[in-house]
């Protein structure tokens, strides 16, 4: 029978032949995956190693820092860094290799290198904003039109957020009585659901466009390791190309994320966010009260420059009244005392036409009186000559119609008209066939 030996045996051998073997402190470097703080101040962690834009690790390993070193550790690299540890950091830190018989294998954290995190964490953005740039896209959201007026707007945050509460408030309170409308998209404001949580928001809200005016990005205030899920390349890529103007109000006081950077207007928290909104709305009113006095003057201006003007015409035209009235009386009585004048004249030769012709019309009354008279003495001769009764007791007849109309011609009769024939002692009635 081969000889055997205990589990606990194997695992004393293990332990003894590592610290024979290895060092007793490594630096190495890795990225925190999980990280968990206990009641008792211990700190839990679990690190791993990857290539870029892998998912599967080459390497993962479970560290602990006791709480002892802990309460140094996370103060001092928070003071450095403006973070605390976190899921996703990448920090280089002191180890000493431990395997436990019941624990297994695992990672001793002993000392940190803020150092390294800082740089890891610049060369990484750097990398991002690279990236924006060359992709061409950095600048395209700061080019989109802002509306003088907004009124509908799209807030991306947590809806337990009390960012979003100051934001809401801010809006709903400002002093102008603005009607400002907002639709809240809840969103993830930290952890690794940050990144598809925000980008679903904004593909929701695109898909909506025309319902609002802006997207607003919020969220409360915070450690610097909170503005490193902004940090972030897909989701400072939606917001470059989107087609609305996002405002940012992410809530650091110190640092711009990316996603602040290629927004269209960063602030430093939502109540500036809420705060710019209102002035935008405020100074479109200042704008239009600006445009309405302008006008008003303009129009008082103008009425007084074309009132002036009127009263210069009034009174030129007085004045030239006065002088036409003054030079139509000289005129008026010249031509009266010229008709005057002319009239006498005309009056004496009139006067002494009026003789003469009263002698020629005397003597041409007579002549004409004895001429009338034979004329009518010849006239009556002739008359009587013609007299139908006369005529008619010749022996002769007269025809008419039943108008008394004298018939001269056969072609003045029609057929079945009656017509009247006239004798010296009395008429008959005839029917033309």
């Not at 290198?113 to 896209?137: A, F």
């Not at 190309?241 to 992410?250: A, D, E, K, S, Y």
């Not at 002549?367 to 010749?394: F, G, M, Y």
Request: proline share 2%; charged share 25%; with cysteine.
């Amino acid at each position: 029978m081969e000889e055997s030996i205990s589990l606990s045996e194997l695992a004393s051998i293990i332990s003894e032949g590592l610290k024979k073997s290895l060092e007793p402190k490594y630096w190495i470097v890795g990225e925190i995956s999980e990280i968990q703080a206990n009641r008792n101040g211990h700190c839990y962690l679990e690190l791993i190693e990857k290539l870029e834009d892998e998912e599967n690790p080459l390497a993962k390993m479970r560290a602990t820092i006791w709480a002892n070193v802990y309460r140094m550790l996370a103060p001092y690299f928070e003071s450095e860094t403006g973070s605390q540890l976190s899921v996703g950091m990448k920090i280089m830190v002191q180890v000493s290799v431990n395997f436990h018989a019941l624990y297994g294998f695992s990672l001793q954290i002993t000392d940190i290198n803020p150092s390294y995190t800082v740089g890891e964490d610049e060369l990484r953005r750097q990398k991002i904003i690279r990236q924006l740039e060359e992709d061409g896209v950095f600048e395209l959201n700061k080019e989109v039109d802002l509306p003088s007026v907004i009124q509908r707007v799209a807030v991306v945050s947590s809806n337990n957020a009390a960012g979003y509460q100051d934001f809401i408030n801010q809006l709903e309170n400002n002093t102008y009585g603005f009607d400002i409308r907002t639709t809240l998209f809840n969103a993830a404001m930290q952890g690794v659901e940050v990144e598809n949580s925000v980008i679903n928001c904004l593909d929701e809200i695109a898909s909506r466009e025309d319902e609002f005016d802006v997207v607003v990005i919020i969220r409360g205030g915070g450690a610097r390791t909170d503005l490193r899920w902004f940090d972030n390349y897909k989701i400072a890529s939606n917001v470059a190309q989107f087609p609305l103007p996002v405002l940012t109000g992410i809530g650091h006081n110190k640092d711009l994320s990316i996603t602040d950077m290629v927004a269209h207007t960063s602030l430093k928290t939502p109540t500036a966010v809420a705060d710019f909104i209102v002035d935008t709305n405020e100074e479109f009113l200042s704008q239009l009260n600006d445009l309405q006095e302008q006008l008003s003057d303009l129009f008082h201006e103008r009425m007084d420059d074309e009132t002036d003007k009127l009263r210069d015409f009034l009174s030129a035209i007085k004045q030239s009244y006065k002088i036409a009235l003054l030079k139509a009386e000289s005129s008026i009585e010249q031509t009266i005392q010229g008709i005057l004048h002319a009239a006498a004249i005309k009056k004496t030769k009139a006067l002494a036409d009026v003789e003469k012709l009263q002698q020629r019309i005397f003597e041409g009354v007579r002549t004409n009186i004895n001429n009338r008279a034979n004329r009518l003495q010849l006239v009556e001769s002739k008359i009587d000559a013609k007299n139908p009764e006369k005529i008619l007791r010749s022996g002769y007849t007269l025809t008419t119609n039943c108008k008394g109309e004298i018939i001269r011609s056969r072609k003045q009769i029609k057929s079945k008209e009656i017509i009247v024939t006239h004798f010296a002692d009395g008429q008959i009635e005839s029917t033309v066939n």
